[in-house]
């Protein structure tokens, strides 16, 4: 996991290019359930600032952390004035006097390392504050798409899912992290939702997308090539996503 969790940074602009941002009605959800002011808020693994400019957007002083340093160097590139940049893994994070009323992390909670993670979260969050956790996979809409991807790749990527860090079976209705926080009992009012998101990219772009999930980017070059040559061939020229989020959201205890 070490190698994956650390291999954005050689694609940092094209993830900045191909990932798409986070919509709004992500950011209404996570303000609604704090249900009080957010002044301040700890992202944890940046990247290249995608949901850094979805919360500071709403004039919330936002601290982005990151530990790839091509990562945060992509992110400062567009930063709003009121972000503070952190170069540091979630596990170097030092908590401040009173803590953050939010602290929340896009599509990179997994990467981190599991030891007392919901205890190094509280730690880091004022009394009754908000986590916040989300991310979610693009994935071809249509079903016959989406067997002819995963046929074009198999050779060369069994999965490019992450699985559940706790092992949580799929059908259970709380996934991870939800079920770490509830375990933890460091938090309350566990909370698992889902946004909506639906696109239609170009299949260049899909692919362009591709090179940017760690499945790929641990391949050789070779075979991210010729993997990624298939996939193409088994695309239409217009790819509908899905790209649907998962979301926790936990109040300290
Ligand atoms: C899939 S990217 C998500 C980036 C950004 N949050 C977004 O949603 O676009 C995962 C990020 O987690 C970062 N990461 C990896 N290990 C980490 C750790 N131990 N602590 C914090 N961030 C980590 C990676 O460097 C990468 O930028």
Redesign the pocket.
Known sequence: MTER??S??SAAAAYERF?PGYPDELVDHVLGYAGRPVRTALE?????G??TRAFAGRGIAVTA????PA?LEELRTHLPATVTTVLA???ELIPIDHGYDLVYA???LH???ARQRPARIAALLAPGGTFASFGGQLQPADPDVAAAVRAARSAVVDSDEIPSPDGTPPEDPMQWPGSELIRSGRFIDVQQLTVQRRMTISADDYLGHLTTVSAYLTLAESARVTVLQRIRRALPDSVRISADLTVHLARKA
Do not use: V
């Open positions: 969790s650390r954005f940074g990932r944890i693994g940046a990247g290249t995608k949901a952390s990151e530990p790839d990562m893994a979630f596990e896009a599509a990179a990467w981190t390392a």
